[in-house]
């Protein structure tokens, strides 16, 4: 079935750094989604993204977050910069459109701030 | 704020046997519910949708969605090793765009 690629795997970096997490997502979807999952606890939602824009962002995505897609290429992640409480997993995700379209999910970035 | 809950937190069936997976949410104007399965080291698989009251099957798994109740469940008929995995409920509300809020999970074991 569809793919949905994450590159890293993993990430280990240091508090105050940027770090940029990318994702190839569905070739033909247009909706593009990154959720973050603490261990332990429930994946939650952080932003969607359709047509270079932020469509919603949950509180979450604080102001050190961004996300962009430059001319189709990986969908990114920054976070700049690193705090601890950013460790977690971050899964991309990606949709054909809304209406309730199957978002399929990539095998997640394990970000660890030290 | 859309609150999902899901129970029990784990569950262990034989191999044949079936698994009942629960789920409650708490915002009316839910629209879409989906489980999905995750298998360790993987992301998030989708196994089902349910939109409309009632029932829907597909092979062994049966949805059953009640939305006056704020309930939806999972049912696994004759229950095999490979269906062992974390299964997540997942809803999306009207108007929104696909944001999915996920419930904690309940984690299923099939025993041979």
């Known amino acids: 079935g569809p793919k949905v690629l994450q590159i890293p795997s993993h990430q280990i970096i240091d508090m105050g750094q940027m770090v940029t997490l990318n994702c190839d997502p569905v070739s033909n979807h247009l909706y593009f989604y990154w959720y973050k999952q603490i261990l332990g606890q429930q994946m939650e939602f952080l932003v969607n993204?359709?047509?270079?824009?932020?469509?919603?962002k949950s509180k979450l995505f604080k102001d050190q977050f961004s996300v962009e897609r430059p001319d189709g290429s990986y969908f990114t992640l920054k976070i700049q910069p690193t705090a601890l409480e950013d460790s977690a997993v971050y899964f991309c995700?990606?949709?054909?459109?809304?209406?309730?379209?199957?978002?399929?999910f990539g095998p997640g970035t394990r970000l660890t701030v030290l | 704020q859309q609150k999902v809950q899901q129970s029990p937190e784990s569950l262990i069936v034989p191999e044949g046997g079936m698994a009942s997976l629960n789920c409650t949410f708490s915002d009316r104007n839910s629209q879409y519910f989906w489980w999905y399965r995750q298998h360790s080291g993987e992301g998030p698989k989708a196994l089902m949708?349910?939109?409309?009251?009632g029932d829907k099957k597909e092979g062994r798994f049966t949805a059953h969605l009640n939305k006056a109740s704020l309930h939806v469940s999972l049912h696994i008929k004759d229950s095999q090793p490979s269906d062992s995995a974390l299964y997540f409920c997942a809803v999306s509300m009207a108007g929104s765009f696909n944001k999915l809020t996920f419930g904690a999970g309940t984690r299923l074991a099939v025993c041979p």
């Open positions: 949708s349910i939109f409309s009251n």
């Open positions: 993204f359709y047509n270079g824009k932020v469509m919603e």
């Open positions: 995700a990606s949709s054909l459109s809304l209406g309730g379209l199957e978002q399929y």
